[in-house]
């Protein structure tokens, strides 16, 4: 089975800076990826290259079947795949909660507002916050608003959800919501890749733990890996954690 | 084309007087907008009210009707052989007087409170308060909206023309009453317009630009 | 002061005086929506388009900000004649204010558009839609939102400067104004009735406005606060 997302020798530069120093892994479907490292490490970068949101100097990128590394690449039939969820969610503050949902599917797929409304109530419900359909987002809680950017791109069905750092910026009392809905993503068999700084989570919920260290894959394993550190960049960076 | 350089040169001295309006347009209604905007921060209710008042009033009125009122209520009150401009001119005093304060009002309220707390706190007067604290800063934000406004007040002595005050936008009319080549006319007004204004619309945008610049 | 108030001179004129009112109405209200069509156009272009054309916007923007209305509506006016077309002194005024309107609006819009941040237009690409469906729905509605007070104040002071379209002859109240008074020899009573009869004016409009925002802007409808 090909895998979801599959990254091969992948270099990024931002002007003289180099990034990315040639990153390569694979995700499989149903899998649950966490990469983790220090910032300036290049996990958000990375993250953000497979949904071609930064274009990459050299290397191969291949998602959903799509060649992110190809300039020639449709761009929103790559984004119909993938979704995406940022850590300052994003949501569009003049829209409610229900209008952020529907958006995207009646504009990218073409569908009738009744039908739109069903499906947004639908995820609403999967990440608990059916009853805050018609609030707009400064009504409510930087967790709530992360779920409901979580639901924004579940309504559009993708193959493959992508996290960066969703939990960074909230206060530490609201990302058990977060996370929780996340776990219950990865339990229902979606792909996911996340970039976190939430060890124990990755540990319990990731399939697959990624460290990442100077551009670079530097270490690679199950999430027990985490508790038994090969490299001393990795014991370091988890000693820093604690 | 028939526009010679003495036409031009008549235009021109037109322009002249419209600066020299707007120089009398600014300083005075700067003498009286400060003391509006002095008002509408004064802690007697009543001032405040009068002020706000008379704001409204101003603003709520097309400069063209002040405009009129004075040059027929001047004649009204038995001043009735005064030139033009000193109708233009306390019209436009006015109205200036009216958007200035306001303007300054904003600034002199956009002092944080705490350097008013502060100033208190070292026992100065308000009058102490006012001049060595709060108007060097109030000051500092006002000059670019103040030079933003002057442009107005250029572009506004136009309506003086009305009265019949010979100014840039009169001397226009004249020259086209002569030379019915109103297009060609009007170009030339509006370039004398032009350079006047522009200058100054760069130079407050700069200011602005500065001001931001240096807030934290 | 030897001079007597007569304002019940006036009385007879008051069914022009209303008349007048209602043609300044008329006259400001399709210059604010032309001119915001226009203005909102040229933001658009200013903020999206090719070099050449935001070029052209601006040095539009620069003229009419620095000359005076006055001068504006003689050029129109006589532009139409210029031109060949035969005009009626009302649809030249409308043509100048819209001109005119149109720079100030494309300012005030250009910086509501520049107020919406990257982040969201980085959400609405990634949930897939176009770059259009993206500009309308995140960047231009919310913008609107946001410069609204400030094109409110905008749009109150065009009503005021319509009473310069007297000067071409456009039928308003400050026209009215001048021909009665040239009927009734009251030239301050008249200029005082016309004062208030325009102060009035700007409540009515400014209250419009706000009623009107109160109905296309849900969001401020349900919580009043500003976006």
């Known amino acids: 089975m090909p895998a979801v997302v599959s990254l091969s020798n992948v270099h990024k530069s931002f002007g003289a800076l180099q990034v990315l120093k040639g990153v390569s892994f694979d995700v499989a479907a149903g899998e649950v990826v966490a990469v983790i490292g220090a910032s300036g490490s290049g996990k958000s970068t990375a993250l953000r290259c497979i949904n071609a949101l930064e274009t990459i100097d050299s290397g191969e990128i291949v998602v959903c079947g799509h060649k992110v590394h190809d300039p020639e690449l449709d761009r929103r039939a790559l984004r119909r795949d993938v979704g995406i969820v940022f850590q300052s969610y994003n949501l569009f503050p003049h829209l409610t909660v229900a209008q952020n949902i529907m958006l995207a599917p009646t504009c990218v797929k073409d569908m009738g507002k009744a039908e739109a409304r069903r499906l947004a109530e639908e995820v609403l419900a999967k990440v608990g916050l059916a009853e805050k359909a018609d609030n707009y987002p400064e009504q409510l809680s930087g967790g709530q608003q992360q779920r409901v950017a979580i639901a924004r791109s579940l309504a559009m069905q993708p193959k493959l959800m992508l996290f960066d750092e969703v939990t960074s910026a909230l206060d530490p009392q609201l990302t058990g919501e977060v996370l929780r809905v996340m776990e219950d993503l990865a339990r229902g068999g979606m792909s996911m890749i996340l970039v976190t700084h939430e060890m124990a989570f990755a540990r319990k919920v990731a399939s697959k733990v990624i460290f990442m260290h100077q551009g670079k894959v530097w270490e690679t394993g199950p999430g027990a890996m985490l508790a038994n550190p090969q490299t001393k960049e990795l014991t370091e960076f988890l000693s820093n954690d604690l | ?216 | 002061m030897t001079y007597q108030f007569d304002f019940s001179a006036l009385l007879p004129y008051w069914p022009l005086f209303l008349e007048g009112v209602w043609l300044t109405l008329k006259l400001s209200a399709l210059a604010t929506i032309f001119g915001f069509v226009v203005g909102t156009l040229c933001a658009v272009a200013r903020a999206e388009g090719p070099r050449w054309l935001k070029t052209v916007v601006a040095i539009y923007v620069e003229m009419i900000r620095n000359t005076p209305l006055l001068v504006q509506i003689f050029l129109v006016y006589f532009g139409f004649a210029s031109l060949g077309l035969k005009v009626t002194a009302n649809t030249a005024a409308v043509a100048a204010l819209v001109v005119n309107v149109g720079a100030y609006t494309c300012e005030i819009v250009r910086a509501g558009l520049e107020s919406i941040h990257k982040s969201q237009l980085e959400a609405a690409e990634c949930l897939g839609l176009t770059r259009t469906q993206t500009y309308w729905h995140v960047i231009v509605r919310p913008a609107i939102e946001r410069v609204y007070p400030a094109l409110t104040s905008q749009y109150v002071l065009l009503m005021l400067a319509s009473s310069i379209t007297s000067q071409i002859s456009a039928e308003e109240l400050t026209a009215v104004a001048n021909r009665i008074q040239s009927d009734t020899f009251r030239s301050f009573e008249t200029y005082i009735v016309t004062g208030v009869l325009y102060i009035i004016l700007s409540f009515v409009v400014r209250l419009a406005f706000t009623l009107f925002a109160l109905v296309i802007f849900p969001r401020r409808r349900k919580l009043g606060t500003a976006i």
């Open chain 2, 1 to 216: 084309m028939s526009l010679t350089p003495v036409h031009i040169e008549f235009i021109a001295t037109g322009a002249l007087w419209t600066v020299g309006l707007s120089a009398i347009a600014f300083v005075g209604g700067s003498i009286l907008g400060f003391a509006l905007a002095l008002a509408r921060i004064s802690p007697v209710p009543f001032v405040r009210r009068c002020a706000g008042t008379y704001i409204q009033i101003v603003q709520g009125t097309p400069l063209l009707v002040t405009l009129f009122l004075f040059y027929f209520g001047l004649a009204v009150v038995g001043f009735d052989s005064l030139p033009a401009i000193v109708a233009a001119g306390l019209g436009l005093v006015i109205y200036s007087s009216a958007f200035l304060g306001e303007i300054w009002r904003g600034c002199l309220e956009s002092v944080p409170k705490t350097q008013w707390e502060a100033a208190e706190c070292l026992a100065l007067t308000r009058w102490q308060r006012m001049v060595r604290v709060i108007l060097p800063q109030a000051m500092r934000i006002a000059t670019a909206p103040t030079v933003g406004f002057l442009v107005q007040i250029v572009k506004n002595t136009s309506l003086a023309s009305v009265v019949g005050f010979v100014e840039l936008a009169q001397a226009g009319k004249l020259v086209n009453n002569t030379i019915f080549e109103p297009f060609t006319v009007f170009i030339v007004v509006a370039a004398f317009y032009f350079v006047i204004c522009y200058p100054l619309s760069a130079w407050s945008r700069s200011l602005e630009r500065k001001l931001n610049a240096g807030r934290r």
